[in-house]
């Protein structure tokens, strides 16, 4: 049986590999210690907000705080934050199997590259996870929002397609990744304000001084991307090009419509808010500050983008960490 080893087991860690487990596949998962000793405690509970309820027992988990697990795999799913892709790369390159098959299921653009640089023995495969999940302590993991998740396509990842089609960690293989994650990136600029906002996704979405800073952050980006002449993949609901009008729509419109196209479940909350909680560096370096890099290149401005940057990096140094709608559209977009 193809043996899968999720590197990185926290949220999306757990969740995919957790209902992949679920499903039949050999999945060994490695992350930290506090990570283990709740699964061992309670298992592993998996619930979405369409009512997948699953729960796998201690015995049908395999679980280690040790990097060499990852010599025993011929998949290797990496879903450490950005900011530990370095050393997730070493561990890689120290003990699994040349020729192994990396995935990697991390928010960003510029990753799969610097994982194909450093781990020129394995195949390094761009994947893209586009929804949240929450941890919810004594074993639980709940994913909170719509969403498929996407791999470039190579025949070994096959036998995950088959085991988990029809579940909530259902993977569907494509080629263009790229289009496809600047696709997701558009929609993870959100993943800041709602850090900002202290607030859960479903709130904060409800407050249309929000969802203006969103769109304008969107439109920007989107302007980088045409003078690069990258063509962002529909990701969600909408293709691209509509997405700032949408999400700046009234709230009459939004609230009725909108929200429900997005399926977000109440508990729902960023992983960014997650860092700013648990006092971590964030990865706002790999979703705005992709924008903003690029646009550097280009010679462009990303006002909006760059200003949602620097408040992040505040908040990790200790500043103010709860912006209300109107308060944080003033600041950033100074009307």
């Not at 020729?99 to 990697?104: K, N, Q, Y």
């Not at 020129?120 to 998740?149: C, D, E, R, Y």
């Not at 979703?287 to 990303?302: I, K, P, S």
Request: positive net charge.
């Amino acid at each position: 049986m193809t043996k899968i080893t999720i590197h990185g087991a926290g949220s999306i860690g757990c969740f995919v590999g957790g209902v992949w487990a679920a499903a039949g596949l050999d999945v060994t998962l490695v992350g930290r210690g506090y990570v283990g000793d709740a699964i061992r405690k309670n298992g592993m509970r998996l619930t979405d907000y369409e009512g997948f309820d699953k729960t796998v027992a201690t015995s049908d988990i395999k679980f280690s705080t040790d990097p060499s697990a990852l010599s025993r795999a011929d998949i290797i799913g990496l879903a450490v934050k950005s900011t530990g892709t370095k050393n997730a790369a070493a561990e890689i390159g120290r003990y699994a199997a040349p020729g192994a098959i990396v995935i990697s299921l991390q928010n960003g653009i510029s990753n799969v590259e610097t994982l194909r640089t450093l781990l020129p023995k394995q195949t390094v495969l761009a994947g893209m996870v586009p929804f949240n999940v929450a941890a919810l302590g004594s074993g639980h993991w709940h994913k909170g929002t719509q969403g498929i998740l996407m791999a470039k396509k190579h025949p070994t990842l096959e036998t995950i397609v088959a085991a988990a089609n029809g579940g909530p960690a259902a993977l569907v293989l494509k080629e263009n990744m790229t289009a496809i994650a600047w696709g997701k990136l558009l929609l993870n600029l959100n993943n800041a304000l709602n850090a900002l906002s202290g607030i859960t996704l479903l709130e904060q979405l409800s407050d249309r001084d929000y969802r203006r800073i969103l769109a304008a952050s969107i439109r920007e980006a989107l302007a980088v991307l045409a003078k690069a002449e990258i063509v962002p993949a529909k990701v969600g609901a909408f293709p691209p090009n509509w997405l700032p009008g949408f999400i700046d729509s009234p709230d009459f419109f939004f609230n009725t419509v909108g929200l429900k196209l997005q399926k977000i479940d109440a508990r729902a909350r960023s992983s960014m808010a997650d860092d700013f909680t648990a006092g971590r560096a964030t990865e706002i370096d790999f979703l705005n500050g992709e924008v903003v890099r690029l646009a550097q290149r280009l010679g462009m401005e990303t006002p909006v983008n760059n200003a949602i940057v620097a408040l992040v990096k505040q908040t990790e140094g200790g500043k103010k960490q709860a912006w209300q709608g109107a308060e944080l559209r003033r600041h950033i977009l100074g009307q």
